[in-house]
């Protein structure tokens, strides 16, 4: 027999459980990395806004955040379009290890937009679009985990949560659109990929953290998709042959 | 390089202190408490599975030794 290297080996959780377990070192300290990097170059070097003051710092972590937030949404649909579609045991196990994360950087998104609108528009909260699509954003979130655990079958759990995180899906282009489709207290993007609004210092400070949040995210995920698959797994022989050694 | 004069500067963030601390603050500690809870809720959920196994080997032995 062949041993050809086959990418789609990585779908089974026996094989995706030591990988992953080998990664998550690799992903934190990457994260940590670009971390003290973007903190050094965000709050140290960076100079003043010349409107915001130094109260524009709050960005570094503003829009890392809600990035993060939306995207974690969007490979949790990917993960629960793959798992309807195809019916696979890995995708539901990962929609499922993302949720908590996304909630919270959605939940970050908005108290850093709080932090940031009371001193800038004079206000915590405003009824706008985007505000008010980034909360939908968190209580689907949060809709999404209390469905699936409301739910004994973890195979049934997949499905119903899957559902729910299609539908919402379209709730992300309104976010990402909101400022320029309605009329809103939110600023528009600073960042696109042509061009940047941005001083040089500040929009390297600012990536640096996208991908701190990024690598922390991925690390975060693959921890807790770890125990998902233990826990759901319990019954195979590879889950009990490691549960009968030293597994930590 | 370094854009502030002073470190109290530096904490002062130009009257936004509350503010960007405020949003710091929250954000670092959510970022540490969130890998100490997966970590810590992976170290039980291994030694019930551990527990469960074991109590279903002990309950085979016992039907074998029947």
Not at chain 1, 169 to 177: G, T
Not at chain 2, 21 to 28: D, L, P, R
Request: net charge positive; glycine share 8%.
């Amino acid at each position: 027999m062949k041993d050809r290297f086959n990418l789609y080996r990585f779908a089974s959780p026996a094989t995706f459980y030591p990988l992953a377990g080998a990664l998550i070192p690799y992903f934190a300290a990457v994260s940590v990395v670009f971390g003290l990097a973007g903190l050094y170059l965000g709050m140290l070097v960076a100079p003043t806004d010349f409107q915001q003051g130094e109260g524009y710092r709050i960005i570094f972590i503003h829009v890392p955040a809600s990035w993060m937030s939306m995207f974690i949404y969007l490979v949790m649909a990917f993960w629960a379009a793959i798992g309807l579609a195809f019916n696979t045991r890995l995708s539901g196990m990962m929609a499922q290890a993302l949720a908590p994360t996304g909630a919270l950087m959605a939940f970050l998104s908005l108290w850093t937009g709080a932090m940031w609108g009371k001193p800038m528009w004079g206000t915590w909260w405003v009824w706008d679009a985007r505000l008010t699509s980034e909360l939908i954003l968190l209580f689907l979130y949060i809709g999404y985990m209390a469905l699936t655990a409301a739910i004994d079958d973890a195979r049934r759990a997949d499905k119903a949560g899957g559902l729910l995180l299609l539908v919402g899906v379209v709730n992300i282009p309104i976010i990402y659109f909101s400022v320029k489709w309605w009329n809103t207290l939110h600023q528009g993007s600073s960042v696109n990929l042509t061009k940047s609004s941005m001083a040089e210092t500040m929009l390297w400070g600012m990536l640096l953290m996208a991908m701190c949040f990024w690598m922390y995210s991925i690390a975060v995920a693959f921890m807790r998709v770890r125990t998902i698959m233990l826990e759901r797994e319990r019954n195979t022989d590879w889950v009990k042959t490691l549960l009968a050694g030293d597994e930590k | 390089m370094i854009h502030w004069n002073s470190f109290s500067d530096f904490l002062a963030m130009g009257g936004y202190g509350f503010y960007v601390w405020g949003s710091f603050g929250v954000t670092a500690l959510i970022m540490s408490i969130e890998p100490i809870m997966v970590a810590r809720n992976r170290k039980t959920t291994i030694a019930r599975l551990k527990r469960q196994l074991r109590a279903e080997s002990r309950a085979e032995n016992r039907n074998n030794a029947e």
